[in-house]
């Protein structure tokens, strides 16, 4: 069976994470190829969903790095641009949790370059999903082109957006500020419970749920950690469990989820265009699925998303579901 094709649009980042070294004075990282975005098309590939990436790839030596790593796992690269600038690097340190805190090397580098004529390039006509977000969305000259693309792919595909909010490198403001306009162009907002906190400070998940659907987007799907996720479809909403995992770190869980939920909804004939038939039970499954990719990445050091052979299907029984 032929799943339907999701467009991914926005950065990769080289991830530094440090590593014990035995040499005093020295500082040692490992580079692991990242970026909201890009992880999200890999975990899709991995999944078996065809996924294209529409990213500006440089030729530096992290550029090549992340063109291995995205077509080992079956994206398709053939709409993304080779770019003249350097890649996105960001040092990540963990906590005890395995959260991640980044510091951005971001100045001038290729993700946030587009320009109309690029993305006037991109066909969307097979597309039955954009997907975007995270920092390609918010970081100027190219965040404005990107959401001038959203609102053209709109007209023929379900839009998916995840802020991936990086307070370290864009103020949370500016992420305030341009919110409610993603809101209008997406179908599904998709979400951490700790980008809720600085969209929204001190407001609950479901206030932020009706906000976000009075400004326009009919599904919201906020995860939660070890807590689960809480989806809301136009007001009525689910509760899903995560399954136990021995947390490695979070890098790249939430981009995980997202892509185990479009798969998801995918396998099930829900994407393309407005999900007027998308359920509420609908939306249960897709997110204990995705809930046990997000776990499954949670297992491995950095974001390094599991293939299908290391999944169950999820289990087609609804949830708790309340209006
Ligand atoms: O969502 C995880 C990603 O966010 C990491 O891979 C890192 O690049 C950060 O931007």
Redesign the pocket.
């Known amino acids: 069976m032929r799943l339907p094709l999701v467009t991914i649009l926005g950065?990769c980042?080289?991830?530094a994470f440090t590593v014990p070294t035995p040499a005093r004075g020295e500082l040692a990282l490992r580079v692991?190829p990242?970026?909201?975005p890009?992880?999200t098309a890999v975990a899709l590939a991995r999944l078996g969903t065809p996924a294209r990436f529409l990213g500006r790839l440089s030729d530096d030596v992290f550029g090549r790095l992340f063109r291995g790593h995205l077509e080992t796992s079956g994206v398709d690269l053939s709409a993304a641009v080779r770019a003249a600038e350097p890649s996105?690097l960001?040092v990540?340190e963990l906590d005890a949790q395995g959260r991640?805190a980044?510091s951005?090397h971001a100045q001038g580098t290729a993700d946030w370059q587009w320009t109309a004529d690029e993305l006037a390039a991109a066909d969307l006509a097979s597309t039955a999903c954009l997907h975007s977000g995270?920092?390609a969305l918010v970081r100027e000259p190219g965040g404005t082109v990107v959401e001038e693309f959203l609102a053209r792919a709109s007209a023929t595909a379900t839009v998916s957006l995840d802020p991936?909010v990086?307070p370290l490198l864009v103020a949370p403001e500016v992420y305030r500020e341009r919110l409610p306009r993603w809101c209008a162009l997406a179908d599904i907002l998709r979400l951490s419970e700790d980008d809720l906190e600085l969209l929204l400070p001190g407001h609950t998940i479901e206030h932020a749920c009706d906000t976000w659907h009075a400004a326009g987007v009919p599904l919201v799907v906020i995860t939660r950690g070890e807590r689960g996720a809480v989806a809301s479809l136009d007001g009525e909403r689910t509760t899903v469990p995560a399954p136990p995992t021995e947390v490695v770190d979070t890098?790249?869980?939430?981009?995980s989820f997202t892509a185990g939920f479009l798969h998801h909804l995918g396998l099930r004939g829900l994407l393309g265009g407005r999900l007027t038939d998308l359920r509420i039970d609908d939306v249960f499954d897709a997110c204990a699925f995705a809930s046990q990719v997000a776990a499954l990445t949670c297992a491995t050091a950095?974001?390094n998303p599991p293939w299908a052979g290391q999944l169950r299907p999820a289990t087609p029984t609804a949830g708790l579901t309340a209006s």
């Open positions: 950065e980042v080289a991830d692991l990242g970026g909201g890009a992880n996105t960001a990540a991640a980044y951005f995270s920092l991936n990086r890098v790249g869980a939430g981009d950095g974001p």
